[in-house]
């Protein structure tokens, strides 16, 4: 199975702030990558999809780029609702993986 | 917009079956292939498996491979995880969602139920 790693598994920073979440995956998977946000109790979002196409409804500020193993999600200006957990997951191939998980977390 | 609601969870001891469901409020759900995920108290999400729109395609976690089974009645627009043979392991939050898809496959998760809980306990 395709393991997935996410770096780092939480981070502290202030409203405004450029975020940048990195997800790897232990072999090429092309751009078969999504991008999910959860906030705690409630269910995942998607966010980004094929690794770099922003899901309709979702702000602008969200983007994501990268191919093959490496792959990160960013948030240009971070706003108060986006301190969650964001999972990335790749669809190559079976069976499919989510990254453990990044917190992002109010400094 | 698209409503997806899961029911079926509880308490199940071990070894013993469940079959959670998932309702599909929107339209056109026979053109979608649908998926179950799992998360297990305090932890991340585990893909579990998904099918086809017309249920003829399968795909398994191995870990729930032979216990699980995922079946479709489109004429209901609902979803159905079989689950036997439950084991601590397979205490999570179960959650479906549609399938996106790119040309040639599913591809990514979206829309998400809000989930239904599945605790395995003597």
């Known amino acids: 199975a395709i393991q997935m790693t996410q770096s780092p598994s939480s981070l502290s920073a202030s409203i405004g702030d450029r975020v940048t979440v990195t997800c790897r995956a232990s072999?090429?998977?092309?751009?078969?990558l999504s991008w999910y946000q959860q906030k705690p109790g409630k269910a995942p979002n998607l966010l980004i999809y094929?690794?770099?196409k922003l899901q309709s409804g979702v702000p602008s500020r969200f983007s994501g780029s990268g191919s093959g193993t490496d792959f990160t999600l960013t948030i240009s200006s971070l706003q108060p609702e986006d301190f969650a957990t964001y999972y990335c997951?790749?669809?190559?191939?079976?069976?499919?993986?989510f990254g453990p998980g990044t917190k992002v977390e109010i400094k | 917009e698209v409503h997806l609601v899961e029911s079926g969870g509880g308490l199940v001891q071990p070894g013993e079956s469940l079959r959670i469901s998932c309702v599909d409020s929107?339209?056109?759900?026979?053109?979608?292939?649908m998926g179950w995920i799992r998360q297990a108290p305090g932890r991340g999400l585990e893909w579990v498996a998904h099918?086809?729109?017309?249920?003829?395609?399968?795909y398994y976690l191995d870990s729930v491979r032979g216990r699980f089974t995922i079946s479709r009645d489109n004429a209901k627009n609902s979803l159905y995880l079989q689950m036997n043979s439950l084991g601590a392991e397979d205490t999570a939050i179960y959650y479906c969602?549609?399938?996106?898809?790119?040309?040639?496959?599913?591809?990514?998760?979206?829309?998400w139920g809000q989930g239904t809980l599945i605790t395995v306990s003597s």
């Open positions: 072999q090429g998977i092309r751009s078969d």
């Open positions: 099918i086809n729109g017309d249920g003829d395609e399968k």
């Open positions: 997951l790749q669809d190559h191939i079976y069976p499919w993986t």
């Open positions: 094929a690794a770099s």
């Open positions: 969602a549609k399938l996106g898809m790119l040309a040639g496959g599913p591809n990514w998760f979206d829309p």
């Open positions: 929107g339209f056109s759900f026979s053109w979608n292939w």
